[in-house]
């Protein structure tokens, strides 16, 4: 069932959105090589709980961490640990926050110093294909359409959309209905209606779209263990179009 929200909640909804997405430019300055993704952990979760928000993630069905860190073949839900970035490195940071009753989710894929030009172009394009699903959602299409549009663009480049993880809907629940898939046919799903608000985040990969879930239950990999970029947005839908709620500057 969609919870559509009322433009007062919408309202309420962007500064938990805003607050998450100052945690990505917080963050943004100590992604060097050498700093540990517990560091990166730690440096996002006191920023969270010294503006009075609470991050989602954090025993989250068990969910050891207040944030995901993604590196490399990592698709999605990569856990904080000692591990240290190297230059050539590219790391996904997912911050989810819940503020005055509301959860406020986004995610970028960062560079570590110098990388490959394989890496920079489908990180690159990580974040166009994010662009191309919030450009459809404007259109007040369907689900199925925003998931094609994606699709579409993602394979034409070469690469590969991972099916098993979506966007979702988001409110005072961290995942609500619909799911938000990144590939669909056109006219399918739900109509994309005023006073829906959901993420769009596709999970791209520079070889196939086959996944693997780690030994630790949370840690999806590809399974050729080539690279894997992903970016997201959580989006209001308005009367004449798209409120993007993460977007700050
Ligand atoms: N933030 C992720 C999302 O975009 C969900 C992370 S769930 C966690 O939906 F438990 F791994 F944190
Ligand atoms: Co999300
Ligand atoms: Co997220």
Known sequence: MIIY??????????????????????????????????????????????????????????????????????????????????????????????????????????????VSRAARELVNAAEEALWIGIEEAKKHSTIGDIGHAIQKFVEAKGYSVVREYCGHGIGKNFHEDPHVTHYGRPKTGAPVKPGMVFTIEPMINLGSAEIILLDDDWTVETKDRKLSAQFEHTIAITKDGVDVLTLID
Do not use: W
């Not at 805003?18 to 300055?29: F, N, R």
């Not at 989602?56 to 904080?80: D, E, W």
């Open 5 to 114: 929200k009322s433009p007062e909640e919408i309202t309420q909804m962007k500064e938990s959105c805003q607050l998450a997405a100052a945690v990505l430019k917080h963050i943004e300055a100590s992604i060097v090589p050498g700093i540990t993704t517990d560091e990166i952990n730690t440096i996002c979760h006191d920023f969270i709980i010294s503006n009075g928000a609470t991050p989602s993630p954090l025993n989250y069905k068990g969910y050891p961490k207040s944030v995901c860190t993604s590196i490399n073949q990592v698709v999605c839900h990569g856990i904080p640990d000692e591990y240290r970035l190297r230059e050539g490195d590219i790391v996904n940071v997912d911050v989810t926050t819940f503020y005055k009753g509301y959860h406020g989710d986004n995610s970028k894929t960062y560079l570590v110093g110098k």
